[in-house]
Structures are given as structure tokens and as C-alpha cells.
């Protein structure tokens, strides 16, 4: 399993209200890993994706793959970078589809 795939999987986690360790909803801090933004030219320069920045942003721009829009700059999160290999993911002639 790649690195991308390992840092997203993991579950992203904050500390419990109560403070109590063994709580239901004890989590622990998140990692750099999951908040880290990453250009369009970062995603092309590093190959997180099969595409170039220039698609990636007008994709971005007509909203057909997921982003975040902060303060004019478009970037991604890992996550995001993961949905977007899985929109275009195809399965093999005479697979079934969940429903």
C-alpha cells in the first residue's frame, strides 16, 4: 500500500472532551500528512496524479473534481488528490456494481 493511501486511511483524530483515556470518542491529534495543501504544479512535479496542473485547475475551475479554495488559491489535500484517482477508476467488462 503507498505512502498516499496510508496517510489518508488513517483516521484523522482530536482529543475527547472529557479528557478520560478509554472514551468512545478518544482520538488522537492529526497529522501533518492530512492537512498539508498541495498545489497543482506540487501534485504534476510530484506525480500524485496522471495530469498536468494546467488540467488539474481548469477541472478545479468548472468544479468537476473536488479542491479547496482558500484566499484565491486553489490547492488540494490528500484525501482530495485520492477521490480524484478514484473518479476515474474503471472496472473490468462484466464486473457488477454495488448498488
Not at 7 to 21: D, E, L, Q, V, Y
Request: net charge positive.
Amino acid at each position: 500500500m503507498s505512502t498516499l493511501v496510508k496517510a489518508i486511511k488513517a483516521p484523522a483524530r482530536a482529543k475527547s472532551k472529557t479528557g478520560t483515556k478509554g472514551d468512545a470518542g478518544e482520538t488522537a491529534p492529526l497529522t501533518e500528512a492530512a492537512v498539508r495543501h498541495y498545489t497543482a504544479e506540487e501534485i504534476e512535479t510530484r506525480r500524485l496524479l496522471p495530469c498536468t496542473a494546467r488540467w488539474l485547475k481548469k477541472e478545479a475551475y468548472a468544479r468537476r473534481v473536488p479542491f479547496t479554495g482558500v484566499a484565491g488559491k486553489l490547492t488540494w489535500r490528500l484525501d482530495q488528490i485520492l477521490a480524484i484517482s478514484q473518479m476515474f477508476d474503471s472496472a473490468p467488462i462484466g464486473a457488477r456494481r454495488t448498488a
